[in-house]
């Protein structure tokens, strides 16, 4: 390369989060262009406005999604004698590649009129356009990778991403089936986060099995995942990044009974608040959505309504996941335990939820991750909102709440060492309760154990029954 190494930084369809990292880079970036020779020629974030007809290496941020960001890469690219593609939306399509199968009303009101954009397209990689020479992962990129590429090129350690330096095959993929739960072996990339969310729970149903590159997650002995401690909470299957845990999709089963009947939904309230929190939308809009599916009656059912609240200690699972855990894990306690609350289903209905193990209620059970697949297409704020044809809520308060598994596990532990003898406990063992359970949109926050919770826990098992 020449002395001076020409650098330029661009962006398309994007947050700009990956330059901001190289901005935050700080001192590191002055130390890296004064031993290095670089020189930023065009960076508006950082002042540099001075375009070339030709630079040595161009950073690219955002997916292409418009004609006009086409017809600038490729410019870029004819410029460029190495370009390298910044983050998950140059790479993959990123968010601006959630536009797929939205309306072009919906786009517009993201990234304007078609005037400005002309001939909105719908999010999608760089390399759809032009070479990508290398490219950093991330969202954002991790800044420190950046250093390091930085320095490879620069060094002339010339090397191609993706290269097979050496045969690499795990020879030994077994998928685990289940009922409701199923693990594709040759997706799972062994990240371990199924692991760690089913070890925080206490079940430990999935762990790591083999060593070297025939490392490998599974259930026990490759067991079905009934065989084993699963409780069926389906949380794998939000964790994953991959795919490769999925639960039972039933959409096929419920869009066949809406062309030949006009059933009835029962949506809990929870699936109902987390939809509408993902989509931004008013709940009365999802409600007006469903009957667009083409529901008759919606119906929100919460499964407290049928908790009676007697003088003697019960112990009611909000769903088979907890009764699951219960008869697994505290055995001793079956005595206290009641069968989970259940909707009343008929042929022509349908129950929309956040929990996976409500699956097990048969095929017209879809979560709420579903639902938002089947109103993909609809345009849901363009709806208007409208009320429910029923509601079936509690009646009845004084029971205690026991909510996630910190929780779950504090409270159990307490009946068992006869610290607790009377009154309802209601078990939730996804972390934060529902909001939270495994069929939920991924937009729901990370994994974590709230202080209150704990708090609450100390004190039960202090002997200070708390009736709310």
């Known amino acids: 390369m020449a002395d001076k190494i020409i650098v330029g930084i661009y962006s398309l369809a994007g947050c700009e989060g990956c330059r901001h990292e190289i901005v935050n880079l700080g001192e590191k970036l002055i130390e890296l262009m004064e031993k290095y020779g670089i020189e930023i020629a065009y960076e508006p974030l950082l002042g540099y406005t001075s375009e070339r007809e030709e630079y040595d290496i161009v950073f690219v941020e955002g997916a292409v999604a418009s004609i006009e960001d086409a017809e600038k890469l490729k410019e870029i690219r004819r410029k460029a004698k190495i370009l390298v593609a910044l983050g998950t939306c140059s790479l993959l399509g990123g968010i601006p590649g959630l536009m797929k199968g939205r309306s072009i009303n919906g786009v517009k009101k993201v990234y304007g009129s078609e005037e400005k954009h002309e001939g909105i397209i719908e999010g999608e990689p760089i390399s759809r356009y032009v070479r990508v020479d290398y490219w950093l992962r991330g969202c954002p990129i991790n800044k420190w990778e950046l250093v390091e590429l930085i320095a490879k090129i620069v060094g002339g350690s010339w090397f191609k991403q993706g290269e097979r330096r050496f045969e690499f095959c795990r020879e030994y993929l077994r998928d685990i089936r289940g009922k409701i739960l199923r693990l594709h072996a040759d997706k799972c990339i062994i990240c371990g986060r199924c692991v760690g969310v089913c070890s925080s729970l206490g079940v430990n ?75 931004e939308v008013d709940p009365g809009k999802v409600i007006t959505a469903l009957r667009e599916l083409g529901f008759t009656r919606i119906i929100i059912w919460s499964p407290l309504a049928d908790i009676q609240l007697t003088h003697e200690l019960n112990i009611v699972p909000v769903s088979e996941a907890e009764y699951k855990y219960v008869n697994q894990f505290y055995p001793e306690l079956r005595k206290y335990l009641v069968r989970p609350p259940t909707p009343r289903l008929g042929y022509h209905s349908v129950l929309i939820t956040q929990c996976v193990a409500r699956k097990l209620h048969g095929e017209h059970v879809i979560t709420t991750r579903e639902l938002q697949v089947m109103l993909k297409k609809m345009d849901l704020k363009d709806l208007r909102p409208s009320k429910p044809d029923g509601e079936i809520m509690p009646k009845t308060y004084g029971y205690v709440k026991a909510v996630g598994p910190y929780e779950v596990k504090g409270i159990l532990e307490a009946v068992k060492r006869g610290l607790i003898k009377t009154g309802t406990i209601v078990l939730y063992i996804c972390p934060n309760g529902c909001i939270m359970g495994g069929g939920q949109p991924y937009s729901r926050s990370p994994f974590e154990v709230c202080v209150e919770c704990r708090y609450r826990t100390l004190k039960i098992v202090e002997g200070k029954y708390l009736r709310k």
């Not at 490998?216 to 299957?237: D, K």
């Not at 639960?247 to 809406?258: A, H, M, S, W």
């Open 205 to 279: 149903a999935l762990g790591f099995v083999n060593r070297g590159i025939d490392i490998a997650v599974a259930t026990p002995f490759y067991e079905p995942f009934e065989n084993t401690t699963c409780i069926l909470c389906g949380l794998c299957t939000a964790y994953c990044p991959v795919g490769a845990l999925v639960y039972r999709n039933d959409i096929e089963n419920v869009q066949g009974l809406l062309s030949k009947h006009n059933p009835i939904a029962y949506i809990e309230p929870e699936a109902l608040a987390a939809l509408a929190e993902a989509e």
